[in-house]
Each structure stands twice: as C-alpha cells, then as structure tokens.
C-alpha cells in the first residue's frame, strides 16, 4: 500500500512549503513497517503554474486568431446577399423611373431584396454558432433542390455574363442531414468563384459552367465545372489555405470557409484543374442512418 497526499507544510521562517507526503506500509520477515516521506515540491509547482501561464497566453492568442477569421468569414459570406440586395433596389430604381412602372416586376424583385436580406442574417446567426459552438441545425434536404435554389439565385449572374449552364443531377438520390443554409453557402460559393473564372474568358468561346450530382460508396458527390482559365501550378497548393487568394480583391477566405463546413459534415473538398482548360471543385457528404 502507497498512499501520496499533498499538503501544506512549515518552515522554520514560518513560510509556507507544498509538501508530497508518501505513506507505505510493507512487511519484512514477518514484521510490519510503516515508512513516511515528505519531499518538498515547490520547484516542480512553479514549474506547472508557469506552464499554464504559457498555455493560457497561447490559449488567448489562437481566440484572436478565430476572432479575426470569423469577422473575415462573416464579411466574406455576407457581403454576396448584400450585393445582391444593392442589385435588386438599383433595379426597383430603375422600373420606378418608368412612365408607367410595371408593379408586378417591381414586387417581384423587392421580394427577392427581402429574401436576399432575410439570407445574410441568417448568415451570421448560423456562421457564429458553427465558430463557436460547432453546431449544426441538420434537417433533411434533397441535394438537388439545393443546387437549383442556388442557380436560381444567381439567375442574373448566367445573363449578366452569358454563361451556359449544364445540369446532370442524378435522380432519386436518398436526402442528407445536413445543414442547409451552410451547405448552400458552399455551393453559392464554388458557383460564383467559377464566375468569377469565366469572367477572364475571352468571348471567342463559349463560357459554360456545369453542375453534377451523383451517389458514389455511400456518399453523395457534387460536381461544379468551369471552362474558364484554371488555377496556375503555383496557386494549387495554397489555394485552400485561409487567407491565401490570386484575386486583387479577394479576402482568401471563401474557400477555407466552404473546406471547414464540408468537413464539420464529416465530408471532403477538394478540386482538380489545368490551366487553360478549366477547374472541377467537388464535394463529398455522407449518408446517415
């Protein structure tokens, strides 16, 4: 038997020493012996207690950093439904300057301002919970809807920039529980980041984006394709990294964000590209009992 108690001992100055008192009990040739030991650990609790001052110090540094991603994140994914909210009341403007305004296009796009509003708050609602507490509001969503509420909402953007859409969505695929404001973040992401592409595209051939569905072991895959310059060799390796961008205007942060949402779905992101032909970004969820 050892039994070890810390304990707070005495000094002959009257100051305080933390102290290990170790207590054993042994037999030897038939006779019982009890030993006592106190070793002095006043080293060794200095030692922890600067350990936990150097950790608490690194522990407050990596709250900055997340601090500083989240604003980034929420400045990046809110920034497209608030484009597209000036969009919309710069096209209200312009119908209200019509002699005769047509009311049914102007309710029709004041509607679509609204939902486009409605979608940035949520947004940030659901972007600082999956920073802070990494919770996911899962229901079951049909994948398919999904991206077509997506082109949908970028109807403009295919006219704006003549952009030929291809759809093969397989059919009768099984629902995912996933989260679908996040998910649709990722996929508004990956489909403006190939406009985004195509927009350097000459119009001596024909810009065209397609979107691909699929079941493949267990998972269901989604496929956005572009035919527009490709991502350098140099640019391949970092462009998932937070922060790292080969746009003059990027934050570098869209990607990264759609990585870590694939991946708190227990899902993969990944991309394959040749430059002068073209990018392919995929994503994989898996089905759930």
Excluded at 149 to 162: D, P, T
């Amino acid at each position: 038997m050892n039994l070890i108690r810390t304990v707070q001992g005495v000094r002959k100055d009257r100051s305080i020493v933390p102290l290990d008192i170790s207590f054993a009990k042994f037999d030897l040739d038939g006779v019982e012996y009890f030993t006592l030991i106190a070793r002095d650990v006043s080293l060794r609790m200095q030692r922890e207690r600067e350990e936990k001052a150097h950790l608490d110090e690194l522990a407050h540094v990596t709250r900055l950093g997340l601090m500083g991603e989240m604003v980034a994140g929420i400045a990046h994914q809110v920034n497209q439904p608030l484009t597209a909210v000036a969009c919309y009341v710069q096209t209200c403007l312009s119908y209200l300057d019509a002699d005769q305004p047509d009311l049914a296009q102007l309710r029709n796009v004041l509607n679509k301002s609204y939902q486009q509003a409605l979608k940035a708050g949520e947004v940030i609602h659901h972007m600082r919970e999956f920073v802070t507490f990494k919770t996911l509001h899962r229901s079951s969503v049909n994948i398919n809807d999904l991206i077509v509420v997506c082109l949908n909402m970028c109807e403009s953007e295919f006219n704006q920039y003549k952009i030929v859409r291809h759809l093969d969505l397989a059919n009768n695929l099984p629902v995912l529980h996933i989260d679908s404001v996040q998910i649709e973040q990722v996929l508004l992401n990956l489909i403006r980041n190939s406009f985004d592409a195509l927009k350097q595209k000459t119009q001596t051939k024909q810009r065209q984006l397609s979107i691909q569905s699929c079941l493949d072991n267990h998972h269901i895959v989604v496929r956005i394709k572009d035919n527009g310059p490709g991502i350098e060799p140099a640019d391949q390796a970092k462009i998932l990294t937070p922060f790292y961008t080969s746009k003059t205007t990027g934050m570098g942060m869209g990607l990264s964000i759609c990585q870590s949402i694939v991946k708190a779905h227990d899902g993969e992101l990944s991309f394959n590209s040749e430059p002068g032909k073209g990018t392919t970004f995929y994503f994989s969820l898996p089905l759930q009992e």
